[in-house]
């Protein structure tokens, strides 16, 4: 099983930037595909991006342009750089690991509900 921390939220204004961290052990992330989701208050938790396990790339509409996710097996880290922040991306940000196996290892997972492991996450709010 593995045990995943969020670590960046905070406040910031529009266009600013954050970069969020998500930590994991009990397992290597080099298994996992990876993903960070965002829930905004009343509304259902959404993907904001995913990377498979050799590192192809998935963005949402929403955030294409903006967001960069990325991945550090050898620190157990998967990263979300968000640039041009607007009062929309305000949210709770998850962290999320699915075990990805044999041919999976080319393929990103989009839904929230291939992923088994989730983080507690972490509050951006962005000000206008």
């Known amino acids: 099983q593995v045990q995943l921390v969020e670590s960046g939220g905070g406040m910031v204004q529009a266009g600013g930037s954050l970069r969020l961290s998500c930590a994991a052990s009990g397992r290597t992330l080099s298994s996992y595909a990876m993903g960070w989701f965002r829930q905004a208050p009343g509304k259902e938790r959404e993907t904001a991006a995913a990377?498979?396990?050799?590192?192809?790339?998935y963005y949402s509409d929403s955030v294409k342009g903006r967001f960069t996710i990325s991945r550090d097996n050898a620190k157990n880290t998967v990263d979300l750089q968000m640039n041009s922040l607007n009062p929309e991306d305000t949210a709770v940000y998850y962290c999320?690991?699915?075990?990805?196996?044999?041919?999976?290892?080319?393929?990103?997972?989009?839904?929230?509900?291939?992923?088994?492991?989730w983080g507690q996450g972490t509050q951006v709010t962005v000000s206008s």
């Open positions: 999320a690991a699915a075990p990805a196996g044999g041919a999976s290892y080319y393929r990103y997972k989009v839904s929230p509900h291939e992923y088994d492991y």
């Open positions: 990377i498979s396990r050799s590192g192809s790339t």
